[in-house]
Structure formats: C-alpha cells, structure tokens
C-alpha cells in the first residue's frame, strides 16, 4: 500500500468559511450531552472541529513531534474499548449551570457513550476526562500507621499501607464567554491576550468570534478520592479536602524550602481518616508548578532570596518573587471551583488548607465550608519557616497569631551550602 504523501503547503483553520458545515453546535450550559454538543478537538477532519485548539493540554506538542519524527500515524483514531470510567459520576445540576463551570467538559469521561451517534457517524471525539481505580503507597502513610494514628482496616487503608483510590483526570476545557466573566474582563480583551502572549499560537482567538471554546496547551488536574466517590455529591456526609498546587521540588523529591509535600501527605492522612470514619476524603492536584510561574522561575527566585542583602527573610518573600516574574502568584483561584461543581460537591465539612484564595474561590462559587485545618507546626521543614511565616502574615488562616514586622523580620532561611 503506497504511503501517503503529506501536503506541502499549510491551510491555516483560523478563517472563516473553510469548515465544512459538518461541525456541531456547542450550546454551553444545556442540560443534557446531546443539546450541549460534543467537544471535537480532532485534527484528522478539519470540518468536524468546533474548538480552537487540541485535545492533550500541553501534551499535544509531544503527539506533533511524534507526527513529524514518523512515530506517530498522522490521523490516528484512538480505540476507546475498554476504556469507560470505573465509577460514574454524575449527571450533576451544576453541569448544566453555565456559571457553575467554565473551564472543564462535564461530559469528558463519557462521550463513548452520550455522543455514540456521533461516533457512529464518524466523528473523532476524544474523552477529556478519565477515570480510574489504584492503590497509592506513601511513606508517611506507612509512618502514620507505625505511630497509630492510622490503622488498616482492608476497605480504604490495606495491610501494606498502601490507600485504595478513585482516580480522575481532566484536561482543561475552557469556555472563553464564562471564563471571562470570571476574571471580569471582555471576552474580547481575553483573546486577544490568550492570542499575543502565546505568540499568535491561535490565531482563531481574534479571528473566530463564532468559536467560544478553546482547549489550552495547558496542564490538568487529577482527583484522587478515598472512598466512596458518589458521597462527594452528599452534604450530609463529611468531606476532607485539599486543592493542592503542583510542587514537583517538593512533592516528589522532598526539597524543604516549603510546605508542600507534607501539607499534601497530612492532607491524605487526614483524608484516610475522614473515609475511615465513614466520610469520604478528596485530594484535588492542578499542574500549577511554581504559582504557575514555571519551575525556571521559581528557582531564580530561590536564588534571589538567599543572596539578597540579610538573607532569605521572611519579610522579603513576596518582594523576591515581584521582582524576577513582575507578580506574586499566577495561580489564580477562579477557575479551581469548577472541579468541584463537576462532582457534586456542595460543603467541604473539613478544609485542609490555609489558603484565603483558594478558600474565597471555593466559598464565593457557592460551596460551604465548615473547618479549616491548618498544617501542624512539626511538620514544617526549618528552611520553609521563612514561607509559613510569610504567608500567616500575608493573611493566610492560622489558628494563632499572625507575626509582627519585627517577629517576620527575624524569621530567616539558611544560606546555600
């Protein structure tokens, strides 16, 4: 069979008029899949598409250099055999809120099934949202159970320690009208932001005013919830959560300059604990690395920190990080909430964050929040004093006292070694 011979010159999509006509209505907000519309990101039938953008967030730079270096078939139909959630979540009445959720497909996990007429039809639709069952292994859960503040009790927590799990992840899935009401600004100004800082990447985003939903070359989420993952939508039973920020330095490899790993793993003992008890516990993780700064950043700011003049203080934290980015956070909370409508959650019972933010975000979309649980102080590494003490002072919740200007002034961070 010959092999086919890619075209040489390049049709750009951001036009109007090329479509085909074969691209479905998307009624942001409907009540239903089949009203709502399917999200086709596909690039194999350019007709079909009715997004900006492509399926795989960030990660759909890798599949085009897969295409270029011949690895990859170009058009490649994925087969979804198999591959249907292992719980089902919903429907929900906030899917159909168009103020409720902006930035996630609710019916990603399920379009094999609520757009079959489509994919009978030929319609690449690909799902933007997976859900799985596993088993997670942690050392501090392992410590836990060694100091008894856990036990196995085979249904959350097993004998090796390892915690049972529903996994969910999620691409981001923006609708550019909702998304920019959440930021109060014009659906205009949005694009024309989204099309020059990411140098004219999409040029759809100021061409194409008849799209309004563009898929980001951005990082996801995953979900990870202990228990039973129906309960998450029951305001009668109790709920542990964390909205956790990605921090690959310190989640994964341990770096002691802030807080983040063991907030997340008490967050996950805490969460163990809830399920235990008859609860169900939730860890919510956004690729977010460094405020969604990048990691490069992050680490110029660590230099600038211990090398200014008194050294890493905790009076300077935000200041350090003003100077190299030009802001002190990009991770911006608005969005974060949509994930939890997307469960069905409607009270988080206990909170276990410190952050007004995110705390603000999740209260201001309509969620009530009972406690707020804070990091123990033994958890906080030495060098991450400097973090911790900043932030209380910031306005982050603690239940003692915030510290003055000549307490933060004397909190310090240790010199490169």
Known sequence: MPTEIPPRH????SHPGQSGGGAPAIRWGAPDAIERGPIVGTTTN????????????????????????????????????????TDAIGPYPQWGDAERIVSIDPWGAAVASVYEPYLEQGYDIRPTIAVTKA?????????AIAF?????????????????????????VWWLPGVARRFAVSEADLRRALFEETGG????????????????????????????????????????????????????????????????THAIEECIRGAQAGGVGLIAYSRKEGRALGEVTKFLVYNARKRQE????????????????????????????????????????????MSNDKYDAITGSGIEVGERVKIPDELVPADAKV???????????????????SRLASVKGREFE
């Open 310 to 353: 008194g050294g890493d203080r905790a009076d300077k934290y935000f200041l350090r990080t003003e100077c190299v980015a030009g802001v002190q956070d990009m991770r911006f909370q608005e969005l974060m909430p949509d994930v939890l409508h997307w469960l069905g959650i409607r009270r988080i019972h206990r909170l276990v964050s």
């Open 148 to 172: 008894q503040r856990l036990a196995a009790d085979g249904r959350v927590l097993l004998s090796d320690a390892s915690a049972v799990v529903t996994k969910v992840a999620l691409e981001p």
């Open 10 to 13: 390049i049709r750009l999509t």
């Open 201 to 264: 990447m999409y040029p759809e985003l100021v061409t194409r005013s008849d799209i309004e939903v563009f898929l980001p070359p951005i990082g996801g989420q995953t979900l990870y919830v202990f228990g039973d993952i129906r309960a998450l939508a029951d305001p009668s039973v109790t709920l542990t959560a964390r909205v956790h920020d990605e921090c690959n330095g310190s989640d994964v490899f341990g770096s002691d300059i802030c807080t983040c790993r063991p907030y997340l």
């Open 46 to 85: 350019r007709s079909q598409r009715n997004v900006i953008g492509t399926h795989s967030g960030s990660y759909g730079v890798y599949r085009a250099l897969a295409v270029a270096a011949g690895s990859l078939t170009r058009g490649h139909r994925a087969d979804l055999t198999n591959t249907s959630p």
């Open 387 to 405: 973090e911790i003490e900043a932030k209380i002072a910031a306005g982050y919740f603690t239940d003692g006292s915030a510290p003055d200007d």
């Open 135 to 143: 088993h997670i292994h942690l050392p501090e859960i392992r410590h």
